[in-house]
């Protein structure tokens, strides 16, 4: 049957203290596409970047066209072959300096041009990079219009083997060329300013507003909406929110450390104050933490982004160029990532 109502594109469920985006449904769609077999969903673009470079081997498929072999990295693709098309032999031909193996090929990895050599004062990418082009025309029509993620922070001082600012390893997105966009690495931080806004006033409760649900905030809300949809956007609506559901739950758990780090003594905290002077800030960098969680948590973050169409503009860094990151959490692996990927020169 034919509804005669739709919802506005910008419809969010609201609560007390929260606010959560929509994924795109059909009772948004107009009533003359309502009729068509599949809504559209907007284009959305995500661009990754992993530093180092990757291991030829074990990165590309084997064969060409339809009926190629996915590589071992790639495997966890399978099943998709038939929507992948995996280029190679690219050339971005600013990046390729004797200058330098990794600065020119990181800052300029989205603006494709000739950075400027500096220690720092005269900072310059080449141009604005093309998830910001993109973002310039799709971000009217988003809450945000581009994502910057990663998992390491951006990295200051000179890198004196080569005669660059480490801001070049650690940006691929570049609002102007002489402005990197800011990258966000926390996913609480991530998850909060996407799906949670709370209304600034005074709150009296000493419970922590972080630790409740944002679906909890929402759900009358929710009950209401879905009592107006079609069965179709029920289903799709119910699969988004519990996704958000499974996401907080796994942040939940990364906050057991932080609870842990609150016990800590006030003694043992002026020490730890010292060392942190001491130890520089690659300090998280070379701890061997595993940091396999942290990444798919700020990917799922994207693509949760992405479904309700918050932003249709993403980038991702796995790491900042010339990475120090200790891998030890993983079996076999003892030097750093940097020093590993040069193990055939």
């Not at 032999?89 to 950075?115: E, R, V």
Request: glycine share 6%; proline share 5%.
């Amino acid at each position: 049957m034919k509804k005669s109502w739709h919802i506005s594109r910008r419809r969010m469920l609201k609560g007390l203290g929260a606010c959560i985006a929509l994924p795109l449904l059909e009772a948004m769609m107009p009533s003359a596409l309502q009729a068509m077999p599949v809504a559209r969903a907007p284009k959305r673009v995500a661009f990754l970047f992993a530093p180092n470079g990757v291991c030829p081997g074990k990165w590309s498929p084997k064969g060409i066209g339809n009926g190629f072999e996915l590589s071992p990295i790639l495997q966890p693709l399978a099943g998709l072959e038939n929507e992948l098309l995996v280029l190679q032999q690219l050339m971005n031909k600013h990046s390729i300096s004797g200058l330098d193996g990794h600065y020119t090929k990181t800052a300029n990895f989205l603006t494709s041009m000739p950075i400027t050599r500096t220690i720092g004062a005269d900072v310059n990418s080449g141009g604005v990079s093309i998830d910001q082009l993109i973002a310039r025309h799709t971000g009217k029509e988003t809450l945000f219009p581009s994502l910057v993620y990663g998992i390491d922070r951006i990295s200051s001082g000179v890198d004196a083997n080569v005669g660059f600012t480490r801001l070049y390893g650690s940006s691929i997105s570049w609002k102007t060329p002489t402005q990197p966009c800011a990258k966000e690495i926390d996913p609480r931080f991530a998850f909060d300013r996407l799906f949670r806004t709370l209304i600034p006033k005074a709150n009296s409760s000493s419970e922590n507003p972080w630790k409740k649900s944002i679906l909890d905030e929402v759900s009358e809300d929710a009950k209401a909406l879905q009592r107006k949809l079609g069965i179709a956007d029920q289903n799709k609506l119910a699969e988004y929110l519990e996704s958000i559901r499974s996401v907080e739950m796994r942040l939940e758990n990364m906050e057991q450390m932080k609870d842990f780090e609150a016990g800590i003594s006030p003694s043992i905290k002026k020490e730890l104050q010292h060392l942190d002077i001491r130890i520089d800030e690659y300090v998280d960098l070379t701890a061997g933490l595993d940091v396999t969680e942290k990444v798919r948590l700020m990917l799922d973050i994207m693509v949760l982004a992405f479904w309700s169409d918050a932003s249709r503009v993403g980038t991702f860094m796995f790491g900042n160029s010339v990475s120090n990151r200790n891998f030890s959490f993983l079996e076999g692996v003892r030097a750093n990532f940097h020093s590993l990927s040069h193990h055939q020169n």
